[in-house]
């Protein structure tokens, strides 16, 4: 029994090099992962950097936080009270917030982000927060995936948060701000294609830069928004199509994702 | 999109191995039931059956492959969150396409299903 367990996790081990050199060979995949470590290092939108990197740092531990297990156990989230281990960068409100989109997050709703709004966190800073938590998640779900360490994050680098905003805003559906479809200024007409403007997409540009993280890491994991239209197979890809919605499918459907 | 992918390149296939159904993934989707293995290894947390699910995957296409759906599954627990925190309404809720495969799938008994329904009321 203990030489057959033995044996079967030498062989699983055994892939590892296997991995690492496939992974060794897709830069797209680096590059998309530094960038976002980079820009993890750097004051944002409405949060410094030491901010940014607590954000994420708290990404990082909410699954693992027994409190917002409980939270999701729970029939109502407002049945389970207590308080998160504090950071000291962030109020406990924000750290909630950060656990939950990671834990939690179908149960985020309107009301409780109008209640963080009254304290203090904006709708954009709460965009950005979004971003942040998001894609640092995806880099760290395709480590796990791959059983591989995951990356450091960065040491912050000084200097206040710009507090920039689009010029066009619009808050016409969905719980945040978001550029029009036919209204990207000229610097931003990078965020989507001309009539594109999927929902997802602009869901994050009231902080453009977040949107240009996203679609960088979603166009090395999954395909370029530029690819989305051919349903057979991306030349750029082993896994067809229909092979790649099936995993996305599966994922969303386990999320319970109704989007 | 996993129904429009099929169709796209006229192939069979049973939408319930959305649901989970290992044997209905294998229709029509080359390894579909070793992806989908991964993909509920992945999703349950499980490393030591995630390690499993990811080994019998490589022993049945390779590493290249694993890496991109590793990558995949990654992609989508983002892209599920950004939704769902946003509260962002399905772009268009009366594609026919789109309510057959709500129905089919009973995507309405979800929470995050008030964001859209709510909205095209």
């Not at chain 1, 607590?54 to 407002?78: D, P, T, V, Y």
């Amino acid at each position: 029994m203990f030489l057959a367990l033995k044996i079967r996790v030498s062989i699983l081990t055994a892939d590892a090099p296997a991995l690492k050199s496939a992974l060794d060979n897709r830069s797209d995949i680096q590059s998309a992962n530094d960038s976002f470590m980079s820009f993890l290092s750097q004051p944002g939108y409405w949060w410094t950097a030491a901010e940014k990197i607590a954000i994420a740092e708290e990404s990082r531990l909410a699954n693992r936080c027994a409190l917002c297990q409980k939270k999701k156990a729970a029939l109502s989230r407002g049945q389970i009270l207590g308080q998160h281990p504090p950071s000291p960068h962030l109020g406990d409100e924000v750290i909630g917030i950060v656990h939950q989109i990671i834990t939690d997050q179908g149960r985020i709703t309107r009301t409780q982000l109008d209640a963080l709004e009254a304290d203090g966190l904006s709708r954009l800073a709460y965009v950005e927060l979004v971003g942040v938590v998001v894609c640092i998640f995806s880099i760290d779900e395709f480590h796990r995936a791959l059983d591989l360490p995951l990356p450091s994050l960065p040491h912050p680098r000084p200097g206040n948060p710009s507090r920039d905003q689009p010029a066009t805003l619009e808050q016409t559906s969905g719980f945040v701000p978001m550029i029009p479809r036919s209204g990207l200024m000229p610097a931003d007409q990078d965020l989507w294609p001309k009539g594109f403007g999927a929902n997802v997409i602009r869901a994050l540009s009231g902080t453009p830069d977040l949107v240009r993280q996203w679609k960088r890491i979603a166009g090395a994991f999954y395909l370029q928004v530029e690819e989305m239209g051919n349903l057979v197979q991306a030349d750029s890809r082993l896994l067809n199509r229909m092979q790649m919605e099936l995993i996305a499918g599966r994922v969303s459907a386990i999320n319970q994702c109704f989007y | 999109m996993l129904r429009a992918s099929a169709q796209a390149t006229d192939t069979h296939i049973d939408l319930d191995a959305l649901l989970g159904n290992e044997s209905a993934a294998n229709l029509g989707i080359p390894h579909g039931q070793a992806l989908l293995a991964f993909t509920e290894a992945f999703m349950s947390g499980d490393q030591h059956l995630l390690a499993s699910a990811r080994h019998s995957l490589l022993e049945a296409s390779s590493p290249e492959l694993v890496v991109e759906a590793a990558g995949v599954a990654a992609n989508f627990q983002r892209m599920v969150r950004i939704a769902d925190a946003t509260g962002i309404p399905v772009d268009d809720m009366s594609a026919p396409g789109g309510i057959a495969i709500r129905e089919a799938l009973g995507l309405a008994a979800f929470a995050s299903a008030q964001h859209s329904l709510q909205t095209s009321h």
